[in-house]
């Protein structure tokens, strides 16, 4: 049976190994705990990736796109034809053990698990959760 390195695991009565996540967003060792995954969901309008990789080392990413320039705004960037993301749309923080989000009073606003955030106020996130980050064009992921 395969374990994976850096997890506790535990055997269930079917030989089935179940991992227990020891650190938060679920990774089991100590470089990816600066780290949230994000995972698009759905078929989005707009090219976009499938999966985003931010690195929280300074406490902080920002989420936004290209400005007409082609110039970063953010410390990730979509493509600046996607105007209805905002040149700095949301950031995720963290603090501890916990990572938050916040809406940086974007025009079309960020949603987590369906619910409207109200701008400039961190909400935390968890493994699982979906962020929105505007509903109108489905352009949503998920924390990994």
Same mark, same amino acid.
């Given at each position: 049976?395969?374990?994976?390195?850096?997890?506790?695991?535990?055997?269930?009565?079917?030989?089935?190994?179940?991992?227990?996540?020891?650190?938060?967003?679920?990774?089991?060792?100590?470089?990816?705990?600066?780290?949230?995954?994000?995972?698009?969901?759905?078929?989005?309008? #707009?090219?976009?990736?499938?999966?985003? $990789?931010? @690195? !929280? *080392?300074?406490? &902080?990413?920002?989420?936004?796109?290209?400005?007409?320039? #082609?110039?970063?705004?953010?410390?990730? $960037?979509? @493509? !600046? *034809?996607?105007? &209805?993301?905002?040149?700095?749309?949301?950031?995720?923080?963290?603090?501890?053990?916990?990572?938050?989000?916040? @809406? !940086?009073?974007?025009?079309?606003?960020?949603?987590?698990?369906?619910?409207?955030?109200?701008?400039?106020?961190?909400?935390?996130?968890?493994?699982?959760?979906?962020?929105?980050?505007?509903?109108?064009?489905?352009?949503?992921?998920?924390?990994?």
């Amino acid at each position: 049976m395969y374990q994976m390195p850096d997890h506790q695991s535990s055997q269930s009565d079917n030989d089935v190994t179940v991992l227990v996540y020891d650190d938060y967003m679920g990774y089991g060792n100590a470089a990816m705990e600066n780290k949230v995954v994000l995972i698009l969901e759905g078929k989005p309008i #707009g090219p976009v990736p499938e999966r985003i $990789n931010l @690195d !929280l *080392s300074k406490g &902080y990413a920002t989420v936004g796109r290209f400005n007409k320039s #082609g110039e970063a705004c953010a410390d990730f $960037n979509f @493509d !600046l *034809s996607l105007t &209805y993301i905002g040149r700095t749309h949301l950031r995720f923080e963290k603090s501890g053990n916990q990572i938050f989000v916040i @809406d !940086l009073d974007s025009k079309n606003h960020t949603w987590l698990n369906g619910v409207e955030l109200v701008p400039n106020h961190r909400y935390e996130v968890n493994r699982g959760d979906i962020i929105s980050i505007t509903q109108k064009y489905q352009l949503s992921y998920r924390i990994g």
